[in-house]
């Protein structure tokens, strides 16, 4: 027995850890997974449902005026501020409390912080947690489906507005990878297949001055792009068109672009789209595939997770854990060669010319 092993704590044959320094990592990776995940969700949720963020976020402020806009009781309100500060979220100065700049940027004011803020999937994860995750062992006991508030996929305009309002929250580094990596010299139209409400267009427009983009998205997000678009004086460069891409054929263009679109899908589903892309393209044209890297073992992907979870639900659902390392073999099958691969901001950048 070595020095770091020490006597059972369990009866003999248990398979629990008997290493010491494997046991205290256990220990650090199962308070995350219990302590951690409660505190951090549950103390966000409290200040988002107080609106304690928006309050905050006007500058320093001492307990009793915070608890004055809040409707709190002061005491109760300063131990709430306490574990903020304990977590990163808020710093007392003087008897003032303020929001940390972690704090200002993910949970105040959206509209400002528009391409990375976390406050609509506040919202949504708390009413999700109310209505589904709550509940899932009922689910997967096959007592209760999911159902989430909003159709999807999204039928009116409404609906596409919180989902696309969603997508575009977490998108900075997504433009980035693509302005920095993908390889744009030269096209002058790209496909761009499900598009979201236009953001990753307008940024590559914005780099390319000669680019032209044809979003393909359901219809009823049609009308959110062309009013994204106008307000940024692209309604000339970017025509939004309402293209199923599953079933239909895509527009003609010298590029396809595939951002967060095929990452949860397996090969099959993902051969069938790049086909679409295969034959929307002349000889020398180019597909892009941008993806949230899913298949990392080390790093499970919490974001994708929570889509997942609602799968549990569905008695349908395209949702896998595909490994992106099987799309050059399947980029070459379909008819694509000159495959290279980026990684940067947990995405990986797949881009091949078709043949
Ligand atoms: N590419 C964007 C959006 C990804 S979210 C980004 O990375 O931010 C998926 C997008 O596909 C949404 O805009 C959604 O409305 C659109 N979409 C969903 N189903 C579709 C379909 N069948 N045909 C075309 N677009 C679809």
Not at 88 to 105: D, I, S, Y
Not at 282 to 306: E, F, H, K, Q
Not at 319 to 324: T, V
Request: net charge negative.
């Amino acid at each position: 027995m070595t020095s770091s092993q020490t006597q059972y704590r369990c009866f003999p044959n248990c398979r629990c850890m008997r290493d010491d320094e494997e046991l205290a990592r256990g220990v650090e990776r199962a308070y995350e997974m219990v302590f951690k995940g409660t505190v951090d969700f549950f103390v966000i949720k409290a200040a988002s449902d107080l609106g304690l963020f928006e309050a905050m976020a006007s500058g320093p402020q001492p307990v009793a005026a915070l608890a004055e806009a809040t409707g709190t009781v002061p005491a109760r309100l300063e131990r709430l501020l306490i574990t903020m500060e304990q977590v990163g979220l808020a710093r007392a100065l003087e008897g003032a409390w303020r929001l940390t700049p972690f704090a200002e940027q993910f949970f105040t004011a959206q509209d400002q912080h528009r391409n990375m803020t976390m406050v609509p999937f506040v919202s949504y994860m708390s009413d999700l947690i109310q209505s589904y995750y709550a509940n899932l062992a009922d689910v997967t006991r096959g007592k209760l489906d999911f159902t989430s508030q909003v159709p999807h996929p999204p039928r009116t305009r409404e609906d596409s507005a919180f989902y696309e309002n969603i997508h575009r929250s977490n998108i900075h580094f997504v433009q980035k990878f693509l302005r920095d990596k993908a390889r744009l010299e030269g096209v002058r139209h790209l496909i761009d297949v499900g598009g979201g409400i236009g953001d990753i267009a307008a940024s590559l427009c914005d780099k390319y001055p000669d680019l032209r983009v044809t979003l393909l998205n359901l219809p009823s997000a049609l009308d959110l792009v062309r009013e994204n678009m106008a307000a940024r004086g692209l309604s000339e460069r970017v025509t939004a068109v309402a293209v199923d891409m599953y079933r239909e054929a895509y527009p003609e263009g010298d590029a396809v672009l595939f951002a967060r679109i095929l990452y949860p899908m397996n090969r099959q589903f993902s051969t069938m789209l790049l086909k679409k892309a295969h034959d929307a393209l002349p000889r020398g044209g180019r597909v892009i595939i941008l993806d949230m890297i899913i298949s990392d073992p080390a790093r499970p992907n919490y974001d994708y997770l929570t889509h997942y979870l609602c799968s549990i639900g569905m008695n349908f659902s395209v949702l896998e854990f595909k490994d992106h390392a099987i799309y050059p073999e399947l980029l070459q099958e379909v008819g694509f060669g000159d495959v290279t691969c980026d990684e940067a901001y947990d995405h990986v950048l797949y881009q091949a010319v078709k043949q």
